[in-house]
């Protein structure tokens, strides 16, 4: 069964505290992992797709990176402007649904 | 280029209504899913549509169900409602070809 696990459940952080959000997937053929961010009462906002283990993907303060068997978000820096629910999803191969989504991570930068 | 709209933004209904939510999609994409968020589960997915035709389904009982138009715009019906199916539901588009998907801000209904 195709799933997805992100870790850890929450996290804080000071202002300019770089760190790393992690996503780890089972899937039976990953045709592709997304990365997006929630904030509350918002629809998901999106940031990078992963293709291929390997790849990597930056934006701002956020670079986002692939393996095998996981994903990861880096965060550099952070800024209060980034506390926000973070979400990983994958979409498999099997073509039975669109994508599977993790739980998330609920990241809160203090000033 | 206008996002994912969704209506109502807001809905209040007693068990055993039911209800119609409406997606327009970004101009131009064909492909239109519906997602079901709750604190719980966190987001699951419903179905998929593409050029009126729906290609996927998530795991969900038969009151749930939605069809697409011919102009991608999509609807969803959840009928005899239950306080369980109080939720924020999200609607989003990709175009064809495409596994990027792009959401709206969502549905939240709450089920008294």
């Known amino acids: 069964e195709d799933q997805v696990t992100q870790s850890p459940e929450a996290l804080r952080l000071q202002e300019g505290e770089s760190s790393s959000l992690n996503c780890s997937y089972t899937v039976s053929g990953l045709r592709g992992l997304f990365w997006y961010r929630q904030d509350p009462g918002k629809g998901p906002e999106f940031l990078f797709t992963?293709?291929?283990a390997g790849e990597e993907k930056e934006k701002e303060r956020l670079k986002a990176t692939l393996t095998k068997k996981e994903s990861f978000l880096h965060i550099t820096a952070p800024k209060p402007e980034d506390s926000a629910t973070y979400l990983c999803?994958?979409?498999?191969?099997?073509?039975?649904?669109?994508?599977?989504f993790g739980t998330g991570t609920r990241l809160k930068v203090l000033a | 280029k206008a996002g994912v709209t969704q209506t109502p933004r807001y809905l209040i209904k007693t068990r055993g209504q039911q209800v119609t939510l409406s997606c327009s999609p970004i101009s131009g994409h064909r492909s239109v899913s519906w997602y079901q968020q709750t604190p719980g589960q966190g987001l699951q997915f419903l179905f998929e549509?593409?050029?009126?035709?729906?290609?996927n389904k998530g795991n969900f009982p038969g009151r749930f169900s939605g069809r697409q138009f011919s102009n991608s715009r999509s609807e969803m019906n959840v009928s005899t409602l239950e306080l369980g199916d109080s939720a924020l539901y999200l609607c989003a588009s990709s175009l064809a070809g495409s596994d990027t998907q792009y959401f709206g801000p969502g549905t939240r209904l709450t089920v008294l």
């Open positions: 999803a994958v979409q498999g191969t099997s073509g039975t649904y669109k994508y599977i």
């Open positions: 549509y593409f050029s009126e035709t729906q290609r």
């Open positions: 992963l293709y291929s």
